[in-house]
């Protein structure tokens, strides 16, 4: 299966961000779409390996910040490519607030979705949630950022392997799990944090 064709589905790219107590945090994800308009809902699905997804299960509220075609990979790193179990991905960093005080991006951002869970399932490594919408605010007139522009323009391109370095092993970017091995199968998912080939990183001799 080539999974370069499901890119070619129409989705945006967002920061998830939940809190529960004064726990707080935020992750990138790429699947959400309104699914009723009276009341307005919409549905997410999020890794269940993620932090953002344990803190929304506890508190049963979110905010979706709509990424716009400004938004830069370094802010995609800095909330995808590192797990807020390990990292205060908010510290140092002034965020405006919804109205359930959840921080959302006020910059790269062209709308905020403010939502309380109704419903969820497992999905096995997603969970679904179905949020009604609390509040949604423009915050400029930027054009969304689609998923297959992130793949196609903001994400850097991998760079070309020299031939005399051997690559022993394969090191996922976002959680570091290693695989053994100087060819990746193509159809190789994380079995730690569900992320593709496409987040390896080569290990050399």
């Known amino acids: 299966m080539d999974k370069k064709a499901l890119y070619q589905l129409s989705y945006g790219v967002f920061m998830l961000a939940s809190k ?6 935020g992750c990138i994800t790429n699947t959400c779409m309104q699914v009723a308009n009276s009341p307005t809902r ?6 269940n390996t993620n932090y953002t997804c344990d803190l929304i299960k506890e508190s049963g509220i979110f905010a979706l910040s ?13 909330f995808g490519f590192q797990s807020g179990r390990n990292v205060d991905k908010m510290e140092g960093i002034t965020f405006p607030k919804d109205l359930n005080g959840i921080p959302y991006l006020g910059w790269q ?3 905020v979705i403010s939502c309380k869970v109704v419903e969820s399932m497992d999905l096995g490594s997603h969970t679904l949630f179905i949020g009604e919408v609390l509040d949604a605010k423009l ?6 950022l689609t ?12 760079q070309a392997v020299k031939e005399e370095r051997k690559i022993v ?15 990746l199968p193509a159809d190789f998912v994380c079995p730690l944090c569900g992320h ?3 987040d390896f990183e080569p290990i050399y001799e």
Do not use: M
């Open 169 to 183: 092993g394969w090191r996922c970017k976002i959680c570091k799990y290693v695989y053994e091995g100087s060819e």
């Open 147 to 158: 998923y297959a522009d992130y793949q196609n323009r903001v994400k850097p391109k991998p």
């Open 139 to 144: 915050l400029s007139e930027n054009a969304p």
């Open 42 to 47: 919409v549905a997410i699905s999020v890794l």
């Open 20 to 25: 529960a107590g004064d726990k707080v945090n």
């Open 196 to 198: 593709d080939r496409d």
């Open 66 to 78: 709509l990424l716009d075609d400004t938004c830069t990979f370094e802010t995609i790193k800095h």
């Open 109 to 111: 951002t062209c709308a």
